[in-house]
């Protein structure tokens, strides 16, 4: 097995036989993610088993990367077998009724390697809370700043960053590659920033906009105001920002500056990878910043399409608005900062 990295990102190829072997396992496994609530714990379950038969090394870097001992923000893994012809067409959409699909081993290996992370869960605002997102090009969208979007370059964000309930990790599996579509990644130590901005960074001078599906305006200036880095217990720098959503407060010069400064620096800084079919993309929520290049889909069945599942370190905080459902925040407002 090969793994190699930086400190800020690290790559794990998956031995190929044992990769092959388990797939194949998982084709038996006789839960969907999408039916029911019930069954989507059934698989949950069922996935937390497969963990079991992991190589060694892979277990460990995946229990060393939630811990967050290893300072990283990415994780990747590479090599996951998928047969392209098992998967279906990339359906239009992500409703449930388009996924078409018998086997589910992708998103039993993507909940496998969640559940050393962490428990999964969605809002109920995003993909009406499916716990598994089918994130594909949608025709309607390829102009927005969506995952769905296509046709512009999705800016730089961590997911929900006004949300205090955001994610601790995100995990994208992709399924189906596009080697025009890059992934950027960035780890804010990446980012070169003065003394100066880092302090102005680390304090509440910004408004990060809430978005009109999560009750806000869609407007910077309504959002929360936030500071856009922290810190960790540990002394490590995290970030909360998406650029596309954010300002300055209003009459503060230092912080418009230590912003502009930040947001050009992004993109030198960062790495571009081009997800191919079998990668397994994590991204530590409150270390890395990420973003995609603008692609153009053929909207004709065989686009780009990942899998993707939140994943949160602590459930518990999120309890009294999972009233609905067991893995689903409500739609509610109230809970920015
Ligand atoms: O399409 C990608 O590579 C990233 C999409 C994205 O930002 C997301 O699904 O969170
Ligand atoms: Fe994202």
Known sequence: MTSVGTQHQFTIDLPAPWAREMMDGLLAAPFSPYRSDAELERLWEHAKRCVEDFPDEVRSEL??????????????????????????????????????????????????????????????????????????????DAYTQKGTGSKVFLQWHTEDAYDRLRADFVALLCVRSDPSAKTAIVHPDQVPVTPEHRKIL???????????????????????????????????????????????????????????????DIPSAARYLTLAAGD?????????????????????????????????KDLQKSAEVR???????????????
């Open 280 to 312: 397994l993309l994590i991204l530590d929520n409150y270390r890395t910043l990420h973003a995609r290049t603008a692609y153009s889909p053929r909207f004709d069945g065989t686009d780009r399409w990942l899998q993707r599942v939140s994943i949160t």
């Open 323 to 337: 009233t609905r459902r067991l893995r689903v925040v409500d739609l509610d407002a109230s809970l920015l900062g």
């Open 63 to 140: 229990i060393r990367f939630g811990s967050r001992l290893s300072g990283r923000g990415a994780l990747l893994l590479r090599g996951l077998p998928i047969a392209d012809a098992t998967l279906g067409p990339t359906p239009a959409d992500w409703t449930v009724e388009a996924l078409a699909k018998r086997t589910w081993e992708t998103e039993t290996f993507l909940l496998a390697v969640a559940s050393v992370l962490g428990e999964v869960f969605a809002f109920a605002r995003q993909h009406d809370g499916n716990v598994v997102q089918n994130v594909v090009p949608i025709s309607a």
């Open 202 to 264: 680390m304090q509440p001078r910004f408004h990060i906009g809430v978005d009109p599906a999560s009750g806000g305006s869609g407007r910077p200036e309504d959002g929360p105001m936030l500071p856009i880095l922290g810190e960790d217990a540990d002394g490590n720098l995290t970030i909360r920002l998406d650029t596309d959503q954010v300002c300055a407060v209003a009459g503060d010069i230092g912080a418009a500056e230590a912003l502009e400064a930040f947001r050009r």
